[in-house]
């Protein structure tokens, strides 16, 4: 069974770190592929969110299986939803299909009363002015009118998904934010956070000496010079 809560400490060090600065972290320990492609937050201001990845899975629509009938089957999104456990965030593997809405306000305002975080997919959602109206943050590639069944068949959850091009087991860590949504395997949570923390302490001095007027080269990434300054400076190591 896995443990779908994060320990509070996890959630306020990530919080505080960009999505960017994971990749590059990630992109270190040998990871390039962690940024889900296509998951664009549905309006500005969205916070910066952490949790672990409740995962939905679509595959193309097959005319018998995906019908308006299919909403009321043990298997389908409505289920799903129910299984979601608070502060999870839903990430959905949509196919990049962009012309069949995967949930719509009802089922967004459903999430939202569970105190889902937020919604992931590399797909659409419907209803739009109703999904902003539920508060429930999203991250998706926009809007269509069509329903699900128009183009995807909803199969399983908890399950092993592709999202925007990345592998998401059940239980990994999602962060998102102005950038997207990005991906923190389960088993380098504590690794990442470690690495990350240095990491953006590391940009935020950098970024001084830019604002100071000092030039990029020997700064940016700092040589052993300037990194014996940095330390020096400011006590980290």
């Known amino acids: 069974?896995?443990?779908?809560?994060?320990?509070?400490?996890v959630i306020d060090i990530l919080s505080k770190i960009s999505t960017a600065t994971l990749t590059?972290?990630?992109?270190?320990?040998?990871?390039?592929n962690v940024w889900m492609r296509g998951t664009k937050p549905i309006r500005s201001g969205q916070p910066r969110l952490?949790?672990?990845?409740?995962?939905l899975r679509f595959?193309?629509?097959r005319e018998d299986l995906a019908t308006p009938e299919?909403?009321?089957?043990?298997?389908s999104t409505r289920a799903a939803i129910e299984d979601m456990p608070e502060g999870c965030?839903?990430?959905?593997?949509?196919?990049?299909?962009?012309?069949?809405?995967?949930?719509?306000?009802?089922?967004?305002?459903?999430?939202?009363?569970?105190?889902?975080?937020?919604?992931?997919?590399?797909?659409?959602?419907?209803?739009l002015s109703?999904?902003?109206?539920?508060?429930?943050?999203?991250?998706?590639?926009?809007a269509a009118a069509p329903p699900s069944v128009a183009g995807l068949t909803f199969v399983a959850w908890q399950q092993p998904i592709g999202c925007g091009g990345v592998a998401v087991f059940p239980g990994d860590v999602v962060v998102v934010d102005d950038d997207g949504a990005v991906l923190i395997p389960a088993a380098l949570?504590?690794?990442?956070?470690?690495?990350?923390?240095?990491?953006?302490?590391?940009?935020n001095w950098i970024m001084e000496q830019v604002q100071k007027g000092h030039a990029l080269p020997g700064l940016y990434p700092p040589n052993a010079e300037n990194l014996a300054r940095y330390k020096a400076e400011t006590g980290h190591f």
């Not at 299919?70 to 298997?75: A, K, L, R, V």
């Not at 990430?91 to 949930?103: K, L, N, P, Y």
């Open 89 to 127: 965030i839903a990430v959905v593997d949509s196919m990049g299909v962009t012309d069949a809405g995967i949930f719509g306000d009802i089922l967004c305002a459903r999430m939202a009363k569970k105190k889902v975080a937020a919604l992931v997919t590399d797909g659409v959602v419907r209803d």
């Open 24 to 32: 590059t972290i990630l992109l270190k320990k040998g990871l390039r």
């Open 70 to 75: 299919s909403w009321s089957s043990p298997i």
């Open 50 to 55: 952490v949790a672990r990845a409740f995962t």
């Open 189 to 203: 949570l504590d690794d990442v956070m470690v690495s990350a923390q240095a990491q953006e302490n590391l940009e």
């Open 130 to 142: 109703g999904v902003l109206g539920t508060g429930l943050p999203v991250w998706c590639s926009g």
């Open 1 to 9: 069974m896995i443990n779908m809560q994060l320990d509070p400490k």
């Open 59 to 61: 595959v193309p629509a």
